[in-house]
């Protein structure tokens, strides 16, 4: 989670300088501009993928089950204001997609189930766990 309009994915690697709080693809709380990644390419890394608007993102698993198939490998990640779930696709080492599944609910964490579901904690009205599975095809 980063400043306002800023999440990122980042992955730690030694030595490596992400940047916050000196460059950022979002803006200070206080409305201050902050300058983007791109403005200092070799002092430091650029994410993999941001967020604008800002998601909030909380609770992340990589899902590796055979439920949703076509989810094995991709990050499930809990947005708390875009009140979503949120599945980002890899192709290799590079994002190549994402897609918001809008709850309405804040999302607080991601957990994969041992048969394949996804569980998601919300934090509405105190706490609600949703399990998320496929509907069977009429």
């Known amino acids: 989670m980063g400043p306002l309009y800023g999440d990122e994915i980042n992955v730690p690697l030694p030595g490596r300088n992400y940047g916050w709080p000196v ?11 902050i300058p983007h ?9 650029r994410p ?10 909380s609770g992340m ?8 198939p076509d989810w094995q490998g991709d990050a499930l990640i809990g947005a708390l204001s875009a009140e979503a779930l ?3 696709s890899f192709d290799g080492e590079t994002v190549d997609g994402e897609e ?4 309405y609910r804040r999302v607080r ?7 394949g ?3 998601l904690l919300t934090d509405y009205e105190d706490g609600k766990l949703l399990r998320l599975s496929p509907v069977e095809a009429e």
């Open 86 to 88: 949120v599945r980002v």
């Open 37 to 45: 990644h791109e403005t200092d390419t070799e002092a430091f890394a």
């Open 61 to 68: 698993a990589f899902y590796e089950g055979e439920t949703f």
């Open 48 to 57: 993999l993928f941001y967020w604008r608007p800002a998601i909030s993102p």
């Open 109 to 115: 964490d991601v957990i994969p189930a041992r048969d």
């Open 117 to 119: 579901a996804i569980l």
């Open 23 to 33: 460059v950022s693809n979002g803006e200070n709380y206080n409305g201050v501009p």
């Open 100 to 103: 918001q599944i809008k709850l």
